[in-house]
């Protein structure tokens, strides 16, 4: 007598609550980095989870949400902003971490995600644009800082000045796909000195 075929292995069960919550929310990361938005499906995120597609639908009406969660919930987190003592020192910790946190799967993710006809669905624009101006925000001190020790002229837009810091690493990793690194940033960080101190980078 020949032995029944055994059943497709099955991924190991997450259980319930957070638990659930955050494997869901992980593995919709991966499928964006993966298949990117206009692929993803919740039956690829919930085989990567482990977990029923029903589970995914009780918890997300749909996977706009299900991925505006995972992309909100990742970058949410506070970043520690640098105090080196002089500004030069600042915009290079904040321009390598740009780096280190948009070359992760999770903010490949978000690229792909920014990028797509994601950006028309309200609530993931929404986000997107809330995780920018939540960057510029918190590392406007810096700017400010440099200003009042001299280090940078008077009336120089910290908007601007991070945005001039942010372009040439966002450049790199949305149209020319160049290598993106610390050697990047440091790069970044004297174009952004220089046309700060040609006054360059003036409040509107």
């Known amino acids: 007598m ?3 075929e055994p059943s497709p292995k099955r991924p190991p069960a ?3 609550g957070e638990k659930m919550r955050a494997a869901v929310l992980a593995a919709t990361l991966a499928e964006l980095t993966q298949t990117g ?3 993803l499906t919740v039956d690829g995120v919930a085989r990567r989870a482990g977990v029923h597609k029903t ?3 009780r918890n997300w009406s749909d996977s706009d949400r299900l991925v505006a969660d995972a992309l909100a919930g990742h970058f949410a987190t506070d970043i520690p902003i640098p105090d080196t003592g002089a500004v030069e020192g600042d915009l290079r910790e904040l321009a390598r971490a740009l780096v280190a946190t948009m070359t992760t799967p999770a ?3 978000l690229l792909t995600t920014v990028l797509s006809d994601a950006v028309r ?3 993931l624009a929404e986000i997107k644009n809330a995780l920018f101006d939540d960057r510029f925000r918190r590392a406007e001190p810096v700017v400010t800082r440099a200003v009042e020790r001299g280090e940078l002229p008077a009336g120089t837009d910290p908007a601007e000045l991070l945005r001039t810091l942010a372009a040439p690493i966002y450049f790199r990793l949305v149209f020319t ?3 993106v690194d610390d050697t990047t940033a440091d790069r970044a960080v004297r174009v ?3 046309a700060a101190h040609a006054h360059a980078l003036p409040a509107a």
């Open 55 to 57: 589970t995914i639908y």
């Open 107 to 109: 903010g490949r993710a």
């Open 177 to 179: 796909g160049d290598p």
């Open 37 to 39: 938005y206009a692929a």
């Open 121 to 123: 669905v309200p609530r």
């Open 14 to 16: 997450v259980g319930r």
């Open 2 to 4: 020949e032995s029944a």
């Open 192 to 194: 952004t000195l220089a």
